[in-house]
């Protein structure tokens, strides 16, 4: 039985958490299904997912913006980082581990790291 259809077919981010599954995508479509399989669809208050990546047990979600990494948890909080000049730069891919640091890679070939208490770092990747 088909449950959910996206034209962001290649992108889109399984993440089980407990009795229920958030399905999330690139155009930032986000489809909440419970254990009963009734789906809730809602959006972000972001044009673009451009990552996302959750912790092992569902309950600290990544999402890779422009310029920044939204940390959704039970509350939502931007790490912003500074950008290079003159050039926009996207978070592409992302990993949460089961301690809650994130690292991020981002299209200007730098890493992002995030520690468990919000301390963002940026390193350039030659």
């Given at each position: 039985?088909?449950?959910?259809?996206?034209?962001?077919?290649?992108?889109?981010?399984?993440?089980?958490?407990?009795?229920?599954?958030?399905?999330?995508?690139?155009?930032?479509?986000?489809?909440?299904?419970?254990?009963?399989g009734?789906?809730?669809l809602?959006?972000?208050?972001?044009?673009?997912l451009?990552?996302?990546?959750?912790?092992?047990d569902?309950?600290?979600?990544a999402?890779?913006?422009?310029?920044?990494?939204?940390?959704?948890?039970?509350k939502?909080?931007?790490?912003?980082?500074?950008?290079?000049?003159?050039?926009?730069?996207?978070?592409?891919?992302?990993?949460v581990r089961?301690?809650?640091?994130?690292?991020?890679?981002?299209?200007?070939?730098r890493?992002v790291?995030i520690?468990?208490?919000?301390?963002?770092?940026?390193?350039?990747v030659?």
């Amino acid at each position: 039985r088909r449950l959910w259809y996206t034209s962001d077919s290649d992108s889109t981010t399984l993440i089980p958490r407990g009795d229920e599954m958030l399905i999330l995508n690139r155009s930032n479509t986000v489809a909440r299904v419970n254990a009963l399989g009734e789906t809730t669809l809602s959006r972000l208050d972001v044009t673009v997912l451009h990552a996302r990546a959750a912790s092992p047990d569902g309950k600290r979600i990544a999402l890779g913006l422009r310029g920044s990494i939204r940390v959704w948890t039970d509350k939502t909080q931007d790490h912003p980082f500074d950008e290079p000049p003159g050039e926009a730069e996207f978070v592409t891919r992302l990993l949460v581990r089961p301690d809650g640091t994130i690292y991020g890679v981002t299209s200007a070939y730098r890493v992002v790291h995030i520690d468990p208490t919000g301390k963002v770092r940026t390193v350039p990747v030659f």
